[in-house]
């Protein structure tokens, strides 16, 4: 790291500033290797320095060539020769540590060869250029992208714009990251010679922006150990604690999880699968919070055993086994295999107790999951390596880089400003818990826990979720603010309406930066009230300005639409009255009138029955309608009631649908194209934007109502039509 690297002849930090540039010649690359050459190492023969990065890399990758690891450390220990570390050590060491850490997460070797030349450019007289001459573009890209982000404060100071250019700049490589966080993390063990608040500073930084960067890109390792060195500096009483609990539990002879370990082992083996099983020790902050949500702790809460395979069938068999032969905690069950987290992470998590009480985590896997979760995007290697199918013709291919880090790319490009894409950077970072929710095409989404079924419309559809205007969740209808929970089932719902805008109110119960950004941008860009455009309503356009009446009503209160009322049939009771309806019933009571109850709204071909009431009136049910059972819990003989000739009837229908502009003349209009006539309508005030709308309608015929419905219910937005159940309201 540039800030640690000093000259004993000028105990001033080695900045790279202008002046000092100036005031040396520029280096050539090859004196220096000479030079180097001149040292303890023959030409042919990897320095001893380096051994152990060696020995490292060739366990990940045997057939590794290492002379750029060769040239790039001569390079490295002759640029930096001089220059000491505040701990004291030759400044070397620092790229020498960073190199190890990847070595042993398994990078491949560009990513090493940058590693050791990381602070060159930074700290030292040889430019970029030289770099790339020497050892290619790529290596020259990835120490560029590294000596950028030593440039930034990643601090609450940080100049947003800044800090965008840089993140965005590294963002298409992940192994810049990569190098940044090793880097770090030997930092961050080294940090102990800095003054406390200095410290402090760069713990809290590590802690807001470094660790969850690591969570992620999937790197476990590197923020486990990072999240147990800002946690012994930021809470050292805490973690003082927490150390004397690990000793003590370690002091005991009795350690349930190695029981538990040799138990599993005998099950497996018995089984017949081959397996590995580990006992898996928490690390500090993991048993500082197991502390705190359960109080006292026991010797299994201590770790977790790990159960390594080699097929992923294996893993399924595995958890049979456990299940079959111990008692599983089923509340404990996850599945990441089937549903890998945003950061690459497959595994089985389970929990299995023994007769005593004492419960085992247990986490399966294959080994090449393991290693993964271990090194997250190091694990995979070189991901713009073009495939022997598939020739990039020397262009940079596309990464297969975690969802998050596609995420972060797509937030720069749709921020409407700096200052928004720094804020939803922040809130996402802050955020450690993610939920999946399945498609109803059967994909899956990764959402952050909280998220709201606005944030997986604009996870799945991008800025056409603008268009939504609802949701089925685990097949039932949904608002847009409902929370999802891990594992739910989201179909939405989207409509024609290419103008769709989204509400000011998603803006309330959007979660994910995407769908704020998205949502935000869209507003924006929305004319200002009073605005005119082609295409407005004129004076006596009946279709725009029944609408326009109405929907402004609707804010304001229930809204009435009544229609021209076509002549009524010669048979029935007043269309009037309240409850009448024209179609022609048959009641087998001489001199008694009839009349259609407005509950359930019968109209032929229904099964009906009959009350007599006061007056002499009968009044017609459908046989299913609740106001059946309610007549005979009281007593009430049932008149026989059957339809006559006459097919015309009245009937009341209830509309539910989601808010969008246009609803109502799109419904009114596919009603008069089904030849029914409105003789009233009522829309209620919107509720979470969802509208109900009441109509009672005039039918030339009974037998269109099934086609009338299903016209109703094809309109955009409407997703639900049904007859009336309650007493329809007088108009």
């Known amino acids: 790291m540039s800030a640690e690297a000093t000259n004993p002849a000028n105990p001033v930090p080695a900045t790279p500033g202008e002046h000092r540039r100036k005031s040396r010649p520029r280096i050539d690359l090859r004196r220096l290797g000479r030079a180097a050459l001149l040292g303890t190492a023959a030409r042919d023969r990897l320095p001893d320095a380096i051994g152990h990065v060696a020995e490292a890399h060739r366990a990940h990758h045997s057939d590794a060539d290492l002379e750029p690891l ?41 990513t090493l060869t940058a590693s050791l030349l990381h602070d060159t450019v930074e700290d030292t007289d040889v430019t970029l250029d030289q770099v790339g001459e020497e050892f290619g573009e790529e290596v020259r890209y990835l120490v560029d992208g590294v000596t950028k982000l030593e440039k930034v404060d990643y601090g609450a100071a940080a100049e947003p ?44 930084v590590t802690r807001d922006v470094l660790i969850p960067l690591a969570e992620r890109l999937g790197v476990q390792a590197l923020k486990t150990e990072l999240e147990d060195l800002v946690f012994g500096i930021l809470h050292p009483e805490e973690y003082e604690h ?9 002091a005991h002879g009795d350690d349930p999880l190695a029981a538990m370990t040799e138990q599993v082992r005998t099950v497996l083996r018995e089984a017949g699968i081959q397996s590995e099983v580990l006992i898996r020790p928490r690390h500090f902050v993991s048993v500082h919070r197991i502390s705190r949500k359960r109080g006292r702790l026991r010797g299994a809460d201590f770790g977790r055993l790990l159960v390594l395979v080699n097929e992923d069938a294996d893993c399924y068999g595995v958890l049979g086994e456990l299940h079959t032969c111990m008692t599983p905690v089923v509340s404990e069950f996850k599945d990441f295999i089937a549903v890998p987290k945003f950061n690459l992470y497959q595994s089985l998590h389970t929990a299995v107790a023994r007769e005593d009480g004492e419960v085992a985590e247990v986490l399966i ?39 998050w880090l596609s995420r972060l790319l797509d937030w720069q490009e749709a921020a409407p400003d700096t200052d928004t894409f720094w804020s939803t950077l922040r809130e996402d970072l802050a955020q450690d818990r993610e939920i999946t929710v399945f498609r109803a095409d059967g994909g899956a989404l990764g ?15 991008g800025e056409d979720a603008h268009a939504c205007i609802g949701a089925r969740v ?40 995407v769908a704020r950004i998205a949502i ?80 359930c709204t019968p109209v032929p071909p229904d099964e ?124």
Not at 93 to 109: D, K, R, S
Request: charged residues 20%; hydrophobic residues 40%.
């Open 365 to 403: 896997r294959t080994h090449q999951m393991h290693k993964v979760a271990e090194s997250g995007v190091i694990a995979l290697g070189n991901p713009y390596a073009p495939s022997s199918d598939d020739p990039a013709d020397g262009e940079r291919a596309d990464p297969t880089r975690p969802g």
């Open 447 to 461: 959402l952050p826990e909280g998220a709201s079924c606005v944030d997986a419309a604009y996870a799945q559809y």
């Open 608 to 731: 009906v029955t009959g009350f007599a009431v006061r007056g002499g009136v009968v009044t017609v049910h459908r046989i299913e309608c609740a106001g059946v059972a309610r007549m005979k819990s009281a007593g009430r003989a049932e008149v026989g009631v059957r339809w006559g000739d006459t097919t015309h009837c009245r009937v009341t229908l209830v509309a539910e649908s989601f808010v969008r502009p246009h609803l109502l003349a799109d419904l009114t209009e596919a009603i008069a194209l089904e030849g029914a006539g409105i003789v009233s309508a009522t829309v209620e005030p919107p509720s979470q934007q969802r509208v109900r709308h009441t109509y009672t309608l005039q039918l030339p015929d009974a037998a269109h109502l099934p086609a009338l419905m299903r016209a109703m219910r094809n309109v955009p937005g409407v997703f639900d039509v049904s007859r009336a159940q309650h007493p329809a309201a007088a108009h």
């Open 474 to 513: 685990n097949g039932r209808l949904a608002t847009l603010s409902t929370v999802l929970k891990d594992g739910d089932t989201v179909q939405l719902l989207m409509g024609q309406d290419p103008a769709s805008e989204p509400s000011e109110e998603w803006l309330e119960h959007a979660y994910t930066p």
């Open 70 to 110: 060769r040239r790039a450390y001569l390079l490295a220990e002759s640029s930096h020769r001089g220059q000491m570390r505040k701990s004291g050590e030759p400044y070397i060491t620092h790229p020498l540590a960073v190199t190890l850490i990847l070595a042993e997460l398994g990078a491949e070797t560009t």
């Open 242 to 250: 927490t150390r004397e609990l690990i000793a003590e539990n370690a």
């Open 161 to 204: 714009e800044t800090f965008r250019k840089m993140l965005v700049a590294t963002g298409n490589d992940v192994r810049v990251m990569s190098i940044k966080l090793a880097d770090r993390l030997h930092n961050m063990r080294t940090l102990g010679v800095m003054r406390p608040e200095k410290q402090e500073r760069i713990a809290k």
């Open 520 to 599: 935000q941008r869209r507003l924006a860009a929305r004319p200002a009230l009073g605005d005119t455009t082609d295409g407005a309503s004129e004076p006596g356009d009946a279709r725009h300005g029944a609408e326009d009446s109405t929907v402004g009503a609707t804010v304001r209160g229930t809204a009435h639409l009544t229609a021209t009322r076509p002549p009524a049939p010669p048979a029935g009771p007043s269309p009037d009255a309240p409850g009448a309806r024209t179609a022609n019933a048959v009641v087998d009571l001489p001199g008694a009138s009839v009349r259609m109850a407005g509950c």
